[in-house]
């Protein structure tokens, strides 16, 4: 980290993080509230994929930031343990490989919720279609972190005046490993991510252009701005690390990209402290979903209706309205 320790300290890097986390878990705790709170919403099809999101990033959140926070704090690695290292090395790198996949997956599965929804017209459908693969990625993910770092097939070496232990993950050094951690697991993604937005925002304008299907656009509206938005973060943020991590499988000089490199690796971070607020800038369609989503920011009004007095035992009753 010699090229960032030189313009950003660890303490000013403690205070971006640190001012950035504590309102990201906050707006995170709410969405999640506001999903699971109703059995509706719990059982859209379109929230699940945001509903794994912001668990996986708040579990980071609380345990991966948590660790950089306390290592810009005191300049080191605390406790300066192997097993401390592992969990750090195996969250950091498990947790945001998951969010780019679960993205990636959610540009493709987008298609068919708005173009193809008869293909989920059933349960088994709907299981082969959406629940297996968003299953069998995530599982994946995780299996394959957990072999690679928990039993490498070679030996780390941690330095604990590093952040995550100075990141000693030996398979990186493995042609075909590190190959593959690298396309299948950012390049591919990110073009994902990428290639799939734009085609979505394309179909649906011209098919809405086409068909005038008013109703239809309203509809899917809340899907297409799910996924547009979330796509847009990783757009600006991750694709600097996608091209670093493609230049460098093109047999470019690791040094030449180094000073650019750790600024880009330090900012993708905020991919993770961001995704909360876009999420909830995606779901707020009306102030009526904003006082949904955090009903103790807002007290509600008492409404005084008028109270309508009969005066009995007259001929001709009085309506008195006060």
């Not at 987008?110 to 059933?122: A, E, G, M, V, Y």
Request: hydrophobic share 50%; proline share 5%; aromatic share 14%.
């Amino acid at each position: 980290m010699e090229y960032m320790d030189s313009f950003i300290s660890n303490p000013v890097r403690f205070w971006l993080f640190l001012t950035a986390l504590i309102p990201s878990v906050g707006c995170s705790i709410a969405i999640l509230y506001y999903m699971l709170s109703s059995q509706t919403r719990r059982r859209a099809i379109n929230n699940h994929v945001i509903i794994v999101l912001l668990f996986n990033n708040l579990i980071y959140e609380l345990i991966d930031i948590s660790l950089f926070l306390n290592y810009y704090r005191l300049d080191t690695v605390s406790p300066a343990t192997q097993s401390l290292c592992l969990m750090w090395i195996f969250i950091d790198e498990t947790l945001y490989t998951v969010s780019t996949i679960v993205v990636a997956w959610a540009s493709i599965e987008r298609h068919i919720l708005i173009f193809h929804s008869q293909w989920l017209s059933s349960s088994r459908r709907r299981f082969l279609i959406h629940y297996a693969p968003l299953a069998l990625l995530v599982s994946y993910i995780i299996l394959f972190h957990f072999v690679i770092i928990i039993f490498p097939p070679c030996e780390n070496t941690y330095d604990y005046t590093q952040e995550i232990c100075g990141h000693p993950l030996c398979f990186h050094d493995s042609k075909l490993i590190g190959t593959w951690d690298s396309i299948a697991h950012n390049i591919i993604p990110t073009l994902t991510i990428v290639i799939f937005s734009i085609t979505l925002l394309v179909r649906v304008l011209l098919q809405n252009r086409r068909m005038h299907q008013v109703v239809q656009w309203r509809k899917h509206r809340k899907m297409a701005i799910q996924l547009l938005s979330i796509s847009m973060l990783y757009l600006f943020l991750y694709i600097p690390i996608m091209c670093i991590d493609l230049a460098e499988l093109c047999c470019i000089s690791h040094e030449l990209g180094g000073h650019f490199e750790q600024y880009a690796r330090f900012l993708s971070y905020y991919v993770i402290f961001l995704l909360p607020f876009v999420c909830l800038v995606s779901l707020m369609e009306s102030v009526w979903q904003l006082k949904n989503i955090f009903p103790c920011w807002y007290r509600l009004t008492p409404i005084i209706h008028p109270t309508i007095h009969f005066i009995p035992r007259q001929p001709n009753a009085i309506e008195i309205n006060t």
